[in-house]
């Protein structure tokens, strides 16, 4: 019986040192310490041996069992260890592998033009009118002084969802829906930028939907000098300082008088080239004085007051300050068109 235990002793240690990882070692465990392992069994059959022996067994039976559960013991604090080390080793970071690069998206050049606007006019005491895309007929037209029938209406070809409600065709409705909801009809200073929407065909000058910027100011005595002098420093800053505008008569339903306001060629500087078509002035914006009959359809006492009005298309802003070629590059979304603009 001493030399079976010494055996599997012997075999129970060469196991647990040959263990691979934690559950093999379990597995030796189990077969030599578990309750139908072999020495359980051994310990068992005590019964059979003299009086002397068994106290001498039972203490040798107990050394061996001890033994081989110490060992275990050992090896699993080393398996464990290694576990760790290894868990450890695969998670390390190699500090000196390059970064990946993260794209980072650039303004949208017609962002930046919209937001650089609204930026001069706030500083001027302006503040930031918005009204809806999809738009009654009365504000479109009507309230700007453009009846059912007035021939005007064709200068903007519209998209009509039913008789009464088209897609708005000009930032203009606005105007007349912040002086409307102005219920002391007191002085208004405000810009409206936003989309509109024409049913032209798209080409390179053309855009079935594209941005506006209105402007409207309503005051005791006004007069078309604080329009000029506003425009002028408008025109300076998108420009340059050295540039000039010009008022041209024009019409607008909604504007008495009506001009169209021209910036002198930034490329030629007057002198007359391929960008201003040897006129050597660029037309950037409509604009006027509000008409009488917009104010009163509104609730103003036009005697009292007076306004000045102007629009403009964003788009048309970019396009010369940038050299922009094709309006329709501002809607394709082609990336390598718009990361062009990151430092301008
Ligand atoms: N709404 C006009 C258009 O889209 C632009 C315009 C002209 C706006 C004169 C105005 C203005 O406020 O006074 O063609």
Not at 24 to 32: C, G, K, P, S
Not at 187 to 206: E, M, Q
Request: glycine share 8%; hydrophobic share 35%; charged share 30%.
């Amino acid at each position: 019986m001493e030399e079976r235990l010494k055996e599997l002793e012997t075999l129970a240690l060469q196991q647990v040192s040959e263990a691979q990882d934690l559950k093999q070692l379990n597995e030796v465990r189990v077969a030599y310490l578990g309750k139908k392992g072999p020495i359980t069994e051994i310990l068992r059959g005590m019964g059979q041996l003299s009086a002397e022996e068994r106290p001498k067994m039972g203490a040798l039976a107990n050394v061996v069992r001890e033994a081989i559960a110490g060992k275990i013991e050992e090896k699993q604090a080393e398996l464990e260890k290694a576990a760790v080390a290894a868990k450890l080793a695969s998670e390390t970071i190699d500090v000196t592998l390059p970064g990946r690069p993260t794209p980072t998206g650039s303004q949208h050049p017609l962002t930046k033009v919209v937001e650089e606007i609204e930026d001069l006019f706030l500083g001027m005491g302006y503040t930031i009118a918005e009204g809806p895309e999809v738009e009654k007929d009365y504000y479109n037209f009507e309230a700007l002084n453009l009846p059912k029938d007035h021939p005007a209406r064709d200068m903007q070809d519209s998209f009509y969802i039913t008789d009464e409600i088209l897609l708005r065709t000009h930032t203009s409705p606005v105007q007349a829906r912040t002086m409307e909801k102005n219920e002391a009809k007191g002085p208004i200073k405000i810009i409206c930028p936003g989309k509109v929407y024409r049913r032209d065909d798209d080409d390179a000058t053309h855009s079935h939907q594209f941005t506006q910027i209105e402007g409207l100011v309503i005051d005791e005595n006004i007069s078309m000098s604080d329009l000029k002098g506003t425009l002028e420093v408008f025109a300076k800053k998108m420009f340059g300082d050295e540039r000039e505008i010009r008022l041209r008569p024009s019409f607008f339903p909604f504007t008495e008088p009506s001009v169209e306001v021209d910036v002198s060629c930034a490329k030629c500087g007057g002198k007359g080239c391929n960008v201003c078509k040897q006129t050597g002035w660029i037309e950037i914006l409509g604009a006027g004085m509000v008409h009488p009959r917009v104010l009163e359809m509104a609730g103003y006492d036009s005697k009292k007051y007076q306004g000045f009005a102007f629009g403009m298309g964003p788009e048309r802003i970019a396009m010369l300050r940038y050299g922009i070629d094709d309006i329709r590059h501002f809607y394709t979304n082609d990336q390598r068109f718009v990361k062009q603009f990151n430092r301008v």
